[in-house]
Nanobody, 115 residues
Framework: QVQLVESGGGLVQPGGSLRLSCAAS????????MGWYRQAPGKQRGWVAE???????KYADSVKGRFTISRDNAKNTVDLQMNSLKPEDTAVYYC?????????WGQGTQVTVSS
């Protein structure tokens, strides 16, 4: 069973930046999309951003212009650069990998934006 491990979360002040990374425990073939989701306390998990194997990206309106998703196909990693962070970005962030017949989720990493 492939495991996804996120890293890079932490506490940051409003306006600050963080970079999240997600790495697979083993090589994954035929990945469709890699993406990031987040879940704030008391709310449902929501989609943040995704990137295809060809490099096409999509973002939720709430993060567009502030977050950038990138991936390394050779290393099976996906990163999320988060700039101009706001308190409402506080959540547990999860990475997700989708392929033919499978969906993998990471265990999550906490991001807290507070002064």
């Amino acid at each position: 069973q492939v495991q996804l491990v996120e890293s890079g979360g932490g506490l940051v002040q409003p306006g600050g930046s963080l970079r999240l990374s997600c790495a697979a425990s083993e090589s994954i073939r035929f990945i469709y999309t890699m993406g990031w989701y987040r879940q704030a306390p008391g709310k449902q998990r929501g989609w943040v951003a995704e990137i295809t194997g060809g490099g096409s990206t999509k973002y939720a309106d709430s993060v567009k212009g502030r977050f950038t998703i990138s991936r390394d196909n050779a290393k099976n990693t996906v990163d999320l650069q988060m700039n101009s962070l706001k308190p409402e970005d506080t959540a547990v962030y999860y990475c997700k990998v989708v392929g033919p017949g499978y969906v993998y989720w990471g265990q999550g990493t906490q991001v807290t934006v507070s002064s």
